[in-house]
C-alpha cells in the first residue's frame, strides 16, 4: 500500500495507524534519505504502542528501548557497518525478543532480518510531501 503525507503530523498520525496493527514480534524496517521522516513516523508508531517517552532517533546510541503496551526496541542501522556489526553488537536477540523492533535504515542490515518484516520506504515528493510504501502488513489509510 502507498500513502501520501504532507506534513510532519500527518507521516506521525499514519505511524499511530501503522502501530494499531503490529504486535510483539513484528520487525519494521525503514528506509528512505536523510531527513526523509523515519524517525517521525517511528514516533507514531510508538505512540499507537502506549510509548509515553519523546522518540528521537538512536542515530549515536543505535538502540532505544521504549515502555509500552509490549517492548519496544527503536534501531537506527546508519552507523552500523553490516550484517556481521550488527550481530556482534547482539542484534538477533533484540529481533526475536517478541517486541516490536523498528529498524531505520533496515536496508543496511537487510540479511539479518527475518522473513517475515513489514518493509517501509519513505521518498520525499514534490512540494515536501511523502511517498510512504507499505509491504508485508494490510493497513487502511
Known amino acids: 500500500m502507498i500513502a501520501v503525507t504532507k506534513s510532519y503530523e500527518e507521516t506521525f498520525d499514519f505511524g ?3 502501530g494499531r496493527v503490529l504486535k510483539p514480534g513484528d520487525v519494521v ?8 521522516g523515519k524517525t517521525c513516523l517511528c514516533a507514531g508508531i510508538c505512540r499507537a504502542l502506549g510509548v509515553k ?3 528521537t532517533s538512536p542515530t549515536y546510541t ?7 503496551v509490549f517492548p ?14 550488527f550481530e556482534a553488537s547482539c542484534g538477533s536477540e533484540i529481533l526475536c525478543g517478541g517486541n516490536v523492533c523498528l529498524v531505520e535504515w533496515g536496508g ?3 540479511s539479518c532480518l527475518p522473513p517475515n518484516t513489514i518493509y517501509v520506504e519513505i521518498k520525499i515528493s514534490g512540494g515536501g ?10 493497513v487502511e489509510y
Request: charged share 25%.
Open 108 to 110: 543496511r542490515i537487510a
Open 72 to 85: 519496544v526496541y527503536h534501531i537506527d542501522a546508519y552507523r552500523i557497518s553490516g550484517a556481521e556489526d
Open 16 to 18: 499511530r495507524i501503522l
Open 62 to 68: 543505535i538502540v532505544h528501548e521504549y515502555e509500552g
Open 53 to 55: 517517552d519523546v522518540v
Open 29 to 36: 524496517a525503514l528506509d528512505g534519505g536523510l531527513g526523509s
Open 129 to 138: 510531501a511523502r511517498e510512504i510504501t507499505v509491504n508485508g502488513i494490510d
